[in-house]
């Protein structure tokens, strides 16, 4: 007897069915009001056919027992809300009125939430600064299984990204970076990489997060390619480091995850065919999986065993599209390590894009349940 029935008939309820044949209330508003264009709902048709919801639940599951590390760039997302109220009287700039502020766990950290829902134990290597710290902030915005380690960047602060907010349209009006980025060096460097050291010994799978701010180095990144036993890398391109900080810096991974633009920057071919595009980046790393994030365009995958796949985006809103590389990468990383099929891996990494692009960046971690429930909602 399932739940349902027994909380019904204990509250006198009469349960009864009728001799019609029963149709499931999603389905039907799947297969008649569908939210995506036909070619995304007959892509989820044909997929269905291949795969159930409990296969991709399960292979989810397969990966609880994992040791993850992620390592990288510790990042405070600040989102200061303010109603423009006019052009400022003696100067040619907008005048805002101050509503609010809200702090959210970013970049590393994010990535360690993400993962910290699926995988029993993360450990979390990142660095933290010499002042404006926040560590309380952080080790509180972190989930109970992330075990963090922090490297202190001496004579910078925490990195802080903060960005002014209308908080009717969601439109920003201003992006501040708060951050010191030369590279690591002396101490701090070797502090990072003592630590990498250790922790490599005993993890399977290591999800580098490298947002080109100054954390990882040269030598440090060369004790991630050579004593990873799995290596998943993010090289992300932003406003701070654009042009600088490309995938090639690392001589091999196990499965590499980009975005189209950040492809496009590495081959410096702005309007190629980007299967060409990710065949010749596949050319510079020694590196057996791909995946590149194109926007509402989907995402495109790569091996040379599996060839190339094509999935669609599945977000019906979008709110906010900071973040959803990271839970993409956080997400497919777990599969690719499982050799998971590319339409699978594709599916849960959309999915998952898709559930962070709703809320305010990073804001809520995509966890187990509300995943698992998307993933049925969108098969039936």
Not at 123 to 148: K, M, S, W, Y
Not at 264 to 293: H, S
Request: some cysteine; aromatic content about 6%.
């Amino acid at each position: 007897m399932s739940p349902e029935i027994a909380a019904a008939r204990e509250n006198g309820i009469a349960v009864e069915y009728t001799e019609d044949i029963v149709f499931s209330s999603s389905q039907l508003l799947n297969r008649h009001f569908s939210p995506f264009p036909p070619e995304t709902a007959t892509w989820l048709e044909e997929f269905g056919d291949r795969h159930s919801a409990e296969e991709i639940i399960a292979v989810l599951d397969q990966a609880r027992p994992l040791k993850v590390l992620v390592v990288g760039e510790a990042i405070i997302d600040e989102y200061v809300f303010c109603t423009a109220i006019g052009k400022s009287t003696k100067d040619p700039v907008l005048a805002c009125q101050f509503n609010g502020i809200q702090s959210i766990a970013g970049g590393s950290l994010a990535v360690a939430n993400h993962l910290a829902g699926f995988c029993d134990q993360v450990e979390l290597i990142t660095c933290l600064g010499e002042h404006e710290r926040r560590e309380d902030f952080v080790r509180q915005a972190l989930l109970p299984n992330v075990r963090p380690t922090f490297v202190t960047k001496h004579g910078a602060p925490t990195i802080h990204k903060r960005r002014f907010v209308d908080p009717y349209s969601q439109s920003k009006l201003l992006e501040l970076y708060v951050m010191e980025d030369h590279p690591l060096q002396g101490e701090d460097e070797a502090a990072l990489g003592k630590s990498l050291a250790a922790a490599l010994i005993d993890c399977d799978l290591v999800v580098c997060m490298d947002y080109g701010h100054g954390i990882l180095t040269a030598p440090n990144i060369e004790i991630l390619c050579t004593q990873s036993r799995f290596l998943a890398v993010n090289t992300q391109s932003n406003a701070g480091n654009r042009g600088f900080n490309p995938i090639s810096k690392y001589g091999r991974a196990d499965y590499v995850c980009l975005a189209h633009h950040e492809i496009a920057i590495e081959t410096r071919m702005r309007d190629g065919n980007l299967r060409d595009l990710l065949l010749e980046v596949a050319q510079r790393i020694d590196c057996a999986n791909f995946t590149v994030t194109h926007g509402k365009s989907g995402s495109l995958h790569y091996s040379p065993d599996q060839g190339f796949a094509e999935v669609p985006a599945f977000a019906t809103q979008v709110v906010d599209r900071v973040g959803a590389g990271d839970a993409v990468i956080a997400l497919t990383s777990l599969l690719v390590h499982q050799r998971a099929p590319w339409d699978i891996v594709g599916f849960v990494g959309n999915v998952a894009g898709a559930q962070v692009v709703a809320e305010l960046g990073n804001r809520v971690p995509v966890g187990r349940i509300p995943l698992a429930k998307h993933i049925i909602s969108l098969m039936k």
